[in-house]
């Protein structure tokens, strides 16, 4: 885990809360007077009066994804020229058409003739987080802080860049201190759940999903986030995963990581044709979408059409170059057909992405020894049974510890490798069966 320094305002403001760890949160908070006042509009009329939390790895959440800017008033110089407030104007509009950075370039120059700006400084926290510049995002909503300590949005996004650094608990804190300053934030909760999935606090995660929904059930993203968090949980959470996929689809029907949830239920009910519609869809919609293109894979698999299988596999590998799991998948699509060069290629590229990948020096060591390289194929199952031996003792480790009955069913899902498992390896392909890793690619 990549640690971040504490923030100087959370030093002063925020004791470190006794939390450890939610492909879907929410990003830097870039929250209008509109958003605003939607919000507080729907919580007023659900009549909701806010609670305290007492209670998603994967293609489970699709990442931080909202950003929050501060009301157009909040923060705002009177004293400042026309001309440093059409600066500002067009920073904003050059933000939100994704040109970072020429909206950084002129929220640079607001900044240099108004250092004190808390608007100004929020949007280029912000802006950084596009950017990827992730400390440089935390340092200005920490000033901004220290200038406006009541800004929910700026403790929002500095959490969301903390989470994208590995600093997780102290994520968590800022999404606690921008929900007492502002309750119905519905970012904030989407957000936080990311983060106590990250620290294995799933119960605590879907408890905040819920809450996001109280003050807002029309959240389509919050829904779908759900709905994964209960399919991992295997057959005791299906009829709820899908009432939460229908329902985001019954809010918009254009939404594909529903259409892609619903898929992957039908899939793990055997409902193969089903399953294979709803990915279909879900690439219509979003021609890009790697999850949903590997899911349509292992269904061609299953339906034994091979070819478009491949097909499917390699649109994954083109979308995530860097996966080591798109490249075993593909991999074990070419060992299937019995190209067993390229499959073994492929699978070196996997590993050469990631060495701790047991299942591919299984996979690898298969395809080895079925072209009659037997001292190489010895070797790669050395390698996986020392990694496999490795993961049951972390596995134990953790048995032994109090793990609530929601968290247990999720970890054994993450573990879950392919069709067939090799008994005392848990998650392995039996041999001779070279199947596709069900996993987010």
């Given at each position: 885990?990549?640690?971040?320094?504490?923030?100087?305002?959370?030093?002063?403001?925020?004791?470190?809360?006794?939390?450890?760890?939610?492909?879907?949160?929410?990003?830097?908070?870039?929250?209008?007077?509109?958003?605003?006042?939607?919000?507080?509009?729907?919580?007023?009329?659900?009549?909701?009066?806010?609670?305290?939390?007492?209670?998603?790895?994967?293609?489970?959440?699709?990442?931080?994804?909202?950003?929050?800017?501060?009301?157009?008033?909040?923060?705002?110089?009177?004293?400042?020229?026309?001309?440093?407030?059409?600066?500002?104007?067009?920073?904003?509009?050059?933000?939100?058409?994704?040109?970072?950075?020429?909206?950084?370039?002129?929220?640079?120059?607001?900044?240099?003739?108004?250092?004190?700006?808390?608007?100004?400084?929020?949007?280029?926290?912000?802006?950084?987080?596009?950017?990827?510049?992730?400390?440089?995002?935390?340092?200005?909503?920490?000033?901004?802080?220290?200038?406006?300590?009541?800004?929910?949005?700026?403790?929002?996004?500095?959490?969301?860049?903390?989470?994208?650094?590995?600093?997780?608990?102290?994520?968590?804190?800022?999404?606690?201190?921008?929900?007492?300053?502002?309750?119905?934030?519905?970012?904030?909760?989407?957000?936080?759940?990311?983060?106590?999935?990250?620290?294995?606090?799933?119960?605590?995660?879907?408890?905040?999903?819920?809450?996001?929904?109280?003050?807002?059930?029309?959240?389509?993203?919050?829904?779908?986030?759900?709905?994964?968090?209960?399919?991992?949980?295997?057959?005791?959470?299906?009829?709820?995963?899908?009432?939460?996929?229908?329902?985001?689809?019954?809010?918009?029907?254009?939404?594909?990581?529903?259409?892609?949830?619903?898929?992957?239920?039908?899939?793990?009910?055997?409902?193969?044709?089903?399953?294979?519609?709803?990915?279909?869809?879900?690439?219509?919609?979003?021609?890009?979408?790697?999850?949903?293109?590997?899911?349509?894979?292992?269904?061609?698999?299953?339906?034994?059409?091979?070819?478009?299988a491949e097909a499917c596999f390699e649109a994954v590998v083109r979308l995530r170059p860097s996966c080591a799991l798109?490249?075993?998948?593909?991999?074990?699509?070419?060992?299937?057909?019995?190209?067993?060069?390229?499959?073994?290629?492929?699978?070196?590229?996997?590993?050469?992405?990631?060495?701790?990948?047991?299942?591919?020096?299984?996979?690898?060591?298969?395809?080895?020894?079925?072209?009659?390289?037997?001292?190489?194929?010895?070797?790669?199952?050395?390698?996986?049974?020392?990694?496999?031996?490795?993961?049951?003792?972390?596995?134990?480790?953790?048995q032994q510890l109090p793990l609530q009955p929601d968290m247990a069913a999720v970890l054994a899902a993450a573990g879950?490798?392919?069709?067939?498992?090799?008994?005392?390896?848990?998650?392995?392909?039996?041999?001779?069966?070279?199947?596709?890793?069900?996993?987010?690619?």
């Open positions: 885990m990549l640690c971040v320094a504490q923030p100087a305002a959370a030093q002063a403001m925020f004791p470190l809360l006794g939390f450890v760890n939610d492909e879907q949160a929410t990003g830097p908070s870039v929250v209008h007077s509109s958003y605003q006042g939607a919000n507080n509009a729907a919580a007023a009329s659900a009549g909701h009066s806010q609670q305290r939390i007492q209670l998603e790895p994967s293609q489970l959440y699709a990442g931080l994804q909202a950003v929050s800017l501060a009301p157009a008033s909040q923060g705002a110089d009177r004293s400042a020229g026309p001309n440093l407030e059409l600066l500002l104007k067009e920073a904003t509009e050059a933000y939100r058409a994704g040109d970072y950075s020429r909206a950084l370039a002129l929220c640079q120059a607001v900044s240099a003739a108004l250092p004190n700006r808390a608007d100004v400084l929020l949007l280029m926290g912000a802006i950084c987080y596009q950017l990827k510049d992730f400390q440089q995002c935390i340092a200005y909503n920490d000033r901004c802080i220290l200038i406006d300590p009541n800004l929910a949005e700026a403790h929002a996004n500095l959490a969301n860049a903390l989470q994208q650094l590995g600093n997780i608990d102290m994520a968590i804190v800022y999404y606690q201190s921008a929900l007492r300053l502002k309750p119905f934030f519905t970012d904030a909760y989407n957000n936080m759940a990311s983060a106590l999935v990250a620290k294995g606090l799933i119960p605590e995660a879907m408890d905040c999903y819920m809450q996001a929904l109280r003050v807002n059930p029309r959240l389509v993203d919050v829904h779908n986030n759900l709905g994964d968090l209960w399919r991992a949980q295997g057959v005791l959470g299906r009829a709820a995963a899908q009432q939460c996929y229908l329902e985001a689809l019954r809010l918009d029907m254009l939404y594909a990581p529903a259409w892609r949830g619903l898929g992957d239920l039908l899939r793990e009910n055997a409902e193969l044709v089903q399953a294979l519609s709803c990915y279909q869809e879900a690439v219509r919609l979003r021609p890009c979408y790697a999850d949903a293109f590997t899911g349509m894979g292992v269904v061609l698999k299953e339906l034994k059409r091979r070819p478009e798109a490249h075993g998948n593909l991999a074990g699509m070419m060992y299937e057909q019995g190209k067993l060069d390229a499959a073994i290629s492929m699978y070196h590229k996997a590993l050469t992405i990631e060495p701790n990948f047991p299942e591919a020096y299984n996979n690898l060591g298969n395809a080895l020894r079925e072209a009659g390289r037997y001292d190489e194929a010895i070797a790669c199952y050395s390698a996986c049974i020392q990694l496999q031996y490795s993961k049951a003792v972390q596995q134990a480790q953790l879950a490798g392919g069709a067939g498992s090799v008994q005392g390896l848990p998650g392995l392909p039996a041999p001779g069966s070279n199947g596709a890793i069900v996993t987010a690619a």
